[in-house]
């Protein structure tokens, strides 16, 4: 097992999606020396489609591992150190912070501990799967997590949401504006949704509610998605309905667990920020993307967002560190 040594950074960023690229960006240009750790997932959430053609600067759309890429290099060309490597402890109790880079739990020798004057989080948040082979198979293919993404690939034509909360009408809503036709995949009788989410998919005639449901398969041809597998929990029955996407709708898993013993979180675990800032309740440490974002998810305002924390770590290196 590697032993532990120890390092001092100015500015460490966590997380290697467009918040943790556009934060590693910012802070080189200002000089503090950022050394980034891309995680278990380097480009982050957006590297599980395809096409993006909803960020700016790109007419005819851009390959989301091209987009990534191409920041990493970006913010390497300015200086940024950027490491494969995952936090697996942290210690926010006093300044400098104290983290530990690819411990384990069974060897506490083990790992690297970075000193960091300020800590940027851009660990963001996992999409919620059903867990089913075929889902991790087609993911990319036509299934999806993330309507305003990829819906504009399935205009004028079927596809299936699952879920029954606000996040679930929501995205069903925005795809129905697309698409020729949207199931959307109920396990239960009733949606989680709030009233008036609901009236709005009720009135809309391209929806139709597939209540207590479960999703037993995704089907494909092994280019995409063909079609669903459904089973009726009220009576045994399986059958199939033909889909070009299928959508996942069942919520996101903010990557925070390491943090919150030191930072202040909403019932979802996302860290909170303060006001229109990337402030946590820890002086010195900053949170982008979606590990704090709960609503928007998107890889523009991801990288904004990165923007903020990287000129408020500046800021505070500048007025409080001697």
């Known amino acids: 097992m590697m032993k ?22 910012y802070a080189a240009r200002a000089n503090l020396a950022p050394v ?13 489609t395809t096409a993006v053609e909803n960020f700016p600067g790109f007419e005819n759309g851009v390959d989301a591992n091209t987009l990534m ?20 402890a942290v210690d926010l109790s ?43 198979k087609y993911r990319g293919m036509g299934v999806s997590a993330c309507a305003t993404c990829d819906g504009f690939f399935y205009r004028k034509r079927t ?19 697309l698409a020729k036709k949207v199931y959307m995949i109920v396990r239960r009788d009733v ?22 449901c479960n999703t037993q398969e995704v089907l494909g041809d092994g280019l995409g998605v063909t079609g669903v597998r459904l089973l009726d929990n009220r009576d045994g029955k399986v059958f199939d309905i033909a889909v070009d996407g299928f959508f996942l709708a069942i919520g996101h898993h903010p990557n925070s667990e390491l943090f919150t013993p030191w930072l202040e979180t909403d019932p979802n675990g996302y860290i909170v920020t303060r006001g229109k800032t990337s402030e946590t309740a820890v002086p010195g440490v900053f949170a982008a993307g979606d590990v704090q974002d709960p ?13 903020m924390a990287a ?9 409080r560190v001697k």
């Not at 995680?39 to 599980?48: N, S």
């Open 295 to 307: 609503r928007y998810r998107q890889a523009v305002t991801a990288a904004a967002s990165g923007c």
């Open 159 to 177: 596809v299936a949401v699952v879920g029954g909360g606000d996040t679930a009408c929501e995205e069903a809503l925005y795809l129905a504006g």
């Open 36 to 48: 980034l750790y891309e995680g278990m997932e380097p480009g982050g959430q957006l590297t599980t």
């Open 311 to 319: 000129r408020d770590a500046e800021r505070f290196l500048l007025e």
């Open 69 to 88: 890429a191409s920041m990493r290099a970006q913010a390497a060309s300015f200086g940024a150190e950027i490491r494969t490597g995952t936090a697996t």
């Open 4 to 25: 532990k040594n120890t390092e001092t950074v100015r500015c460490l960023i966590l997380g290697g999606g467009p918040a943790g690229y556009t934060a590693a960006i």
């Open 94 to 136: 006093e300044r400098p912070f104290r983290i530990t880079v690819d411990g384990s739990a069974s060897d506490p020798d083990a790992g690297t501990v970075i000193l960091a004057e300020a800590l940027v989080i851009a660990t963001g948040a996992t999409a919620r799967y059903l867990g089913l082979p075929s889902e991790a």
């Open 191 to 212: 949606f989680r949704a709030s009233k008036a989410m609901q009236d709005r998919v009720f009135a809309k005639d391209n929806i139709e509610i597939l209540w207590n």
